[in-house]
């Protein structure tokens, strides 16, 4: 299986807003901490939506969290 081409920076964003727990940023979105894991493990690409919440949870643009290179 070929690695997503989507990469992230969602455990650094966690670690910057107070070492947040995947659990914490899952509740925040309304997903699972297994689905934060798997995103944040770039095993996983989320859906738009999910991107955008993820993003303004951190307060950032979502190219700051998610980059994508083909």
């Known amino acids: 299986m ?4 989507i990469t992230n920076t969602i455990r ?3 670690f910057h807003h107070n070492e947040m727990t995947q659990q914490q940023l899952a ?5 699972t901490r297994q689905t ?3 995103i944040e493990a770039a095993r ?3 859906s738009l ?6 993003a ?3 307060g950032q643009p979502l190219e700051n969290i998610f980059q994508y290179s083909p």
């Open 49 to 54: 939506e999910v991107a955008f919440k993820i």
């Open 56 to 58: 303004t949870v951190f």
């Open 27 to 31: 509740d925040h979105v309304g997903v």
């Open 36 to 38: 934060i894991a798997a």
């Open 12 to 14: 650094t964003q966690r």
């Open 2 to 5: 070929a690695k997503l081409a």
């Open 44 to 46: 996983y690409s989320p």
